[in-house]
């Protein structure tokens, strides 16, 4: 189980930025969820800026440069673009496997391909779009260590904690199951989207809500976690998931 210091010194656990089904496990069946997410919120410090060296990056798709930002055509060619508007239904999905975990997927708004390291990538450049990708983002974090770190470096833009939010992706894996449950577009222009990830889960018999809140930018023909904000992935506990609109698999 985490620890105070361990929690200071993980880029990931500041301020809120928690990733890895190893955490989410351990919140639940230590019972301090919430006593972390008061401490996260006390807390002003944010992850280092890196230095000047850039992590490196997966070849299996392309990657953020710093000298390319938003872009209009998609990586793999998805149909469609709208810079605008929001989702208020469910979007119609077909429901796969990575592990125990279901994703969403869609011929339309992806995902439209995936690494030979197993991460899925490649949105339409749309509201539903950066749902779907939210969703997949979310699920992909509940992987194994290297299934984590090889989606997040295609995942993160080239922004200033890229570095510092990649240093760390938890060092082991647990027993936590999570599926979808619902979301919400907080906001969306286009260019950013901010969505809002309902999920369910269990941890050795113990079942819990949660929200994920993704900061994400359209970059360079995808959907990218906002490597630009300190805080680009946030999770919660919920009491449920009521406000949510209802997308889980049936």
């Known amino acids: 189980m985490a620890n105070g210091d361990e ?15 190893v955490l989410v496990a351990a919140l639940i069946v230590a019972g301090v969820f919430l006593t972390i997410l008061n401490l996260n919120r006390g807390s002003d410090t944010a992850p280092p800026v890196p230095g000047s060296s850039s992590s490196a990056t997966s070849s299996a798709a392309p990657s953020p440069t710093a000298t390319e930002g938003a872009g209009g055509i998609s990586v793999c060619g998805l149909a469609g673009e709208v810079l605008s508007g929001t989702v208020t239904t469910a979007p119609d999905s077909t429901w796969e496997y990575q592990d125990v975990f ?12 995936t690494a030979p390291q197993g991460y899925r990538y490649c949105y339409q450049h749309s509201p539903e779009g950066a749902v779907f990708a939210a969703a997949n983002t979310t699920i992909g974090l509940f992987g194994d260590v290297e299934a984590r770190r090889s989606l997040l470096e295609y995942a993160l833009t080239n922004g200033t904690y ?33 969505v809002d990830v309902a999920f369910r ?29 300190a805080e680009p992935f946030r999770l919660a506990q919920l009491p449920d998931t009521s406000g949510y609109i209802t997308w889980r698999q049936e």
Do not use: C, H
């Not at 510092?164 to 577009?185: H, K, M, N, P, Y």
């Open 162 to 194: 890229r570095d510092a939010l990649l240093s760390e992706v938890g060092t082991s894996s647990s027993d936590v199951r999570a599926s979808i449950a619902g979301f919400r577009v907080l906001s969306y222009d286009g260019s950013s989207a901010r």
């Open 201 to 229: 889960g269990t941890a050795q018999g113990q079942a819990v809500n949660g929200s994920a809140v993704l900061d994400l930018t359209w970059w360079q023909g995808d959907w990218k976690i906002n490597a630009d904000n």
């Open 102 to 113: 279901a994703y969403p997927t869609s011929p339309t708004y992806g995902p439209g391909a």
């Open 7 to 21: 929690t200071q010194q993980t880029p990931f656990a500041r301020p809120g930025f928690i990733v890895g089904a």
